[in-house]
């Protein structure tokens, strides 16, 4: 009899999946097991191609559209997801927005809107699912940031902080919910090969001690070996090239 894959019969919500390292994220969790509630708010075709993806590995898949900004419209997905796939076991907070601008060209709304697309959608999903983890008592709430918490980062001020907000949100969650079995961390990307990167004419490898871009796959890797891991939790994973040094 093959031993059982690590994440078999967990359900994972991962926010953003339909591109870059979501949809790498959501491949990740998939090839250990889970089954995979596909988050998006465009890209619904590129959402459909992550779940067939899925479901070619074994998996359960679903495309689950949602404005993750909207605290509304991310209780219905999370009650739809548990009605087709059953409630996450794990969220990964990975849907963001990050719209390069100078220091003097940001908006007091361009502020607001990073924070409602960056943060304050991760908070609407943890709260969403945490009801049902800690009843269960197991979850995993992954949070996926960015350098620009660290160091300020290349986008603006705007990002830098709607991303550092997630380190706080993180350390609460882990703080008050370890003994009840709920995990949470922060993986803190940078310069991963994603249009978000490409688009940016800012971004060079040189910027990075190993002169390369990272890739989805060196990130989602992270965030699977910490999905499965029950005794991490409040801390920060950086996989940024050596950008940011701990």
């Known amino acids: 009899m093959s031993e059982a894959l690590p994440l078999s019969g967990k359900v994972a919500l991962v926010t953003g999946a339909s591109r870059g390292i979501g949809r790498g994220i959501a491949l990740a969790l998939a090839r250990r097991g889970a089954d995979v509630a596909v988050g998006c708010r465009t890209g619904r075709d590129a959402a459909a191609e992550v779940a ?11 495309v689950f559209p949602a404005d993750v900004a909207v605290e509304a419209e991310v209780a219905h997905m999370v009650a739809a997801v548990r009605e087709a796939l059953g409630a996450p076991d794990i969220l990964v907070a990975n849907a963001g ?5 100078r220091i003097e060209d940001v908006t007091a709304q361009e502020f607001n809107d990073a924070l409602a697309v960056n943060l304050s959608s991760a908070f609407y999903c943890a709260q969403a699912v945490l009801p049902d983890m800690r009843r269960r008592r197991y979850g995993r709430l992954i949070f996926i940031s960015s350098v620009a918490a660290q160091r300020g980062g290349i986008v603006g001020p705007h990002y830098a902080a709607s991303k550092a907000g997630m380190h706080g949100l993180a350390h609460f969650y882990a703080a008050h919910l370890a003994r009840e079995g709920v995990t949470a961390n922060v993986v803190a990307p940078a310069l991963i090969s994603t249009d978000m990167v490409s688009e940016n004419p800012v971004a060079r490898p040189d910027f990075l001690p190993v002169g390369r ?21 409040g801390q920060t994973v950086s996989v940024n090239g050596g950008w940011y040094m701990t």
């Not at 990130?219 to 699977?224: D, K, N, Y």
């Open 213 to 233: 871009f990272g890739t989805v796959e060196e990130t989602a890797s992270v965030v699977a070996t910490l999905v499965e891991n029950g005794y991490v939790t």
């Open 97 to 101: 927005v990050a719209v390069p601008r």
């Open 52 to 62: 067939a993806a899925v479901a070619a590995l074994g998996r359960r898949a679903q």
